[in-house]
C-alpha cells in the first residue's frame, strides 16, 4: 500500500536550519508530484510547496518562497525539504502527501513536528 | 493569496446531513475544477474525501458528495454517523499554488 514516511523534525533556534525528508513507498514515486503541507499548532492546513514527478517544476507559498527548497531524488524514492532561515512562525507539523488525480493530494504521511524556538 | 473561507463549525445529529461551505474567488475554486477536501482526525495523517470537486476516492463512502457553483464548493455528508466528527478543509488549485480552506470543525450531536 502506499506509504509516505516523514522525518528529520526536531527543535531548532531560530534562523537555523533543518532538512525533512519523505521517503515513499507502494507506488511508482517516479511518476508523482508530491507536496509539502503544514499545520501550525492549534491552526488550519497551509500548503507549502510542491516538485513536479520529476523534479522540472517547484513552486512555493509566499510564507517560504526565498527560505525553503523542495528537491527529490527519484532513485531513492524520497523528496527533501531544506529550510532555512525558520522562523517561530514555522512551527508546524509537516506533512508529506502524494498528488493524486487532477490536483489533489491522495495520500499523506503522519507528519514530523517542527519546533523553532530560542 | 488569502485561504478560501470556510464555515468554522457545523453539527448535525446521526442521520443527519450537513453541508459545509467552500467559498473562493474566480482565480481559484471558481477557475478552475479542482476542489478537494480533507479530513482530518486528531493524531492521525488527513484523509483525502473529494477530489475534482465531486469525484470520491476509492473507499470512501457515498455519504459524502461534493458539489461547485460559481466560486462557492461545498461538501455534504448525509446519514451522519459518530465517526464523520472530525475538521474537514478545502483545497483549491490555483496557477502558481494551492490553498486551503480555514477549515470546519464538524460536531456530530
Known amino acids: 500500500q502506499v506509504q509516505l514516511v516523514e522525518s528529520g523534525g526536531g527543535v531548532v533556534q531560530p534562523g537555523r536550519s533543518l532538512r525533512l525528508s519523505c521517503a515513499a513507498s507502494g507506488f511508482t514515486f517516479s511518476s508523482y508530484d508530491i507536496h509539502w503541507v503544514r499545520q501550525a499548532p492549534g491552526k488550519g492546513l497551509e500548503w507549502v510547496t510542491v516538485?513536479?514527478?520529476?523534479?522540472?517544476?517547484?513552486y512555493y507559498a509566499d510564507s517560504v518562497k526565498g527560505r525553503f527548497t523542495i528537491s527529490r531524488d527519484n532513485s531513492k524514492d524520497t523528496v527533501y525539504l531544506q529550510m532555512n532561515s525558520l522562523r517561530a512562525e514555522d512551527t508546524a507539523v509537516y506533512y508529506c502527501?502524494?498528488?493524486?488525480?487532477?490536483?489533489?493530494?491522495?495520500?499523506w504521511g503522519q507528519g514530523t513536528t517542527v519546533t523553532v524556538s530560542s | 493569496q488569502s485561504a478560501l473561507t470556510q464555515p468554522a463549525s457545523v453539527s448535525g445529529s446521526p442521520g443527519q446531513s450537513i453541508t459545509i461551505s467552500c467559498t473562493g474567488t474566480s482565480s481559484d475554486v471558481g477557475g478552475y475544477d479542482f476542489v478537494s477536501w480533507y479530513q482530518l482526525h486528531p493524531g492521525k495523517a488527513p484523509r483525502l474525501m473529494i477530489y475534482d470537486v465531486s469525484n470520491r476516492p476509492s473507499g470512501v463512502s457515498n455519504r459524502f458528495s461534493g458539489s461547485k457553483s460559481g466560486n462557492t464548493a461545498s461538501l455534504t455528508i448525509s446519514g451522519l454517523q459518530a465517526e464523520d466528527e472530525a475538521d474537514y478543509y478545502c483545497s483549491s488549485f490555483t496557477l502558481t499554488s494551492t490553498i486551503f480552506g480555514g477549515g470546519t470543525k464538524l460536531t456530530v450531536l
Open positions: 502527501a502524494k498528488g493524486g488525480s487532477g490536483w489533489c493530494m491522495d495520500a
Open positions: 516538485i513536479s514527478y520529476d523534479g522540472s517544476n517547484k
